[in-house]
């Protein structure tokens, strides 16, 4: 990671410090639970605690951080609940657009999945989960852009905060990996076939029947999930490390 915030002109500093931090968190950068020091966040980012807080603000809106009395600020552990929920609200949205979707799609769309998959596939021999669930996706952001469905693509990746979460956390399993890679493949084939049931009930299969990952998620990782009770983390330079490198 690198203490240089990438600024953009548009931006005020608060938003800067909150896409920043935003993403630190999502990607598994930072762990679930870890308390936020805000005076060694200002001095690692080089700026004041003014956006700061006015980040942590909008993070806590987001059901990223949390403020507990003699606790202070943290980084949300994982809510199982709120991850079925996101799924649930993905794979309603999903299905409704991948219906549109084999109704115009060109061979060119096609095309594009099919490189996306080869180059997932090449994530999964490199065993890096974060560039496999930027292709992951990217392969499913075809469907929303083909049927020109910007806000609801937009939409679902906003609310889904915790559910990208655990999607990467089960991403850093290779086994798991190739599961889901050959879930693609298979959603690729029925695409080409225009068989929507069979897409319909492997999207469900692909999004939302994720019980088992879960389980293996929480017995592997317990202190990143809401609910357990676990000892505090030690103190240490959050933001120069990389959590998701160290599981």
């Known amino acids: 990671m690198t203490n240089k915030i ?15 931090l935003r993403t630190s968190i999502v990607e598994l950068r930072v762990k679930p639970g870890q308390t936020i020091n ?6 690692f980012l080089k700026v004041s605690r003014s956006p700061i807080r006015d980040a942590l603000i909008q993070l806590g809106k987001d059901g990223l951080v949390t403020t507990a009395p003699q606790k202070g600020t943290m980084v949300s552990k994982i809510d199982v609940q709120r991850v079925k929920e996101e799924r649930f609200l993905r794979a309603c949205i999903e299905e409704r657009v991948v219906e549109e979707f084999l109704e115009i799609y060109k061979e060119s ?8 998959l080869e180059n997932q596939r090449q994530m999964v021999n490199e065993e890096d989960a974060r560039e496999f669930l930027r ?4 392969l499913h952001a075809v469907f929303f ?3 020109n469905r910007p ?7 906003n609310m889904s905060s915790h559910y990208y979460r655990i999607r990467l956390l089960s991403l850093s399993e290779p086994e798991i990996q190739r599961q889901i890679l050959a879930q693609h493949e298979e959603i690729l084939q029925l695409t080409l076939d225009k068989d929507l049931e069979k897409l319909k009930k492997l999207l469900d299969l692909h999004i939302i029947e994720k019980e088992g990952e879960v389980s293996q998620m929480k017995r592997k990782y317990p202190d990143l ?3 357990i009770v676990a000892p505090h ?7 120069e490390n990389d959590f998701l490198k160290s599981v």
């Open 38 to 43: 805000i005076n060694e966040l200002s001095e």
């Open 6 to 20: 990438n600024i953009k002109d548009s931006q005020t500093a608060g938003e800067n410090v909150y896409d920043y």
């Open 151 to 157: 806000f609801c693509l937009k939409a679902i990746l």
């Open 145 to 147: 852009e083909v049927t």
């Open 109 to 116: 769309d096609i095309q594009k999945m099919q490189s996306i």
């Open 135 to 138: 292709l992951d996706d990217a």
């Open 233 to 239: 983390p030690k103190k240490q330079k959050i933001w």
């Open 225 to 227: 999930f809401t609910g």
